[in-house]
């Protein structure tokens, strides 16, 4: 399948514009949103290489930047608003409002791929909307530091962690005990917390489309 075209677009989240980059096939089983982690951005390559695999599969991605550029120049130095889980939270779920209320978000089902601290922001935002949002997926994430929000989320959610990233699959592991949704936890073995080993961001791809393909469709 043809990769779809990319739509640069801005989405208004309490009086800020963000950036956002859009590719939506014809026809699809929906349209997933990435909130990236700690120090990454919507062109992270990590991010590309999985929205590739899920617009290879039929799905719509919107990677955008949960900050703007003055705040990532500022993060840089402090890395503070990269652990800010409410601001993270306020901003995606001020997108999936967005994306819900385009002419292409009320026929196709929404999905949050959420990677690092961002997983803890796509965790709150889908406990926000469960209306909206119907699946999730958590790479490397931070699931745990979504608190209290976790007993509310109502969509699938997927875990994936590296087997040699030790602190995180214990932090997942707990916060998987306090989901009461339909979940699952993916221990990729060799795999670090970036997965940058051979094949690793590969099996995280087809892990995540085949969870939002069999989730989201039909939404």
Known sequence: MDEPPVQPTRIRARGLELDADVSLPPEGAGVVLFAHGSGSSRRSPRNLQVAAALQGAGLG?????????????????????????????????AAVDWAAGRDWGGGRGLGLFGASTGAAAALVAAARRPEEVGAVVSRGGRPDLAGRELESVRSPTLLVVGGNDPVVVKLNREALSRLRVEKDLVVVPGATHLFEEPGALDEVSRLAADWFVEHLRGR
């Open 61 to 93: 991605t919107v990677l955008m930047d949960l900050l703007t550029a003055e705040e990532e120049e500022a993060d840089r130095r402090t890395g503070h608003l990269r652990f800010d889980i409410g601001l993270l939270a306020q901003r995606l779920t």
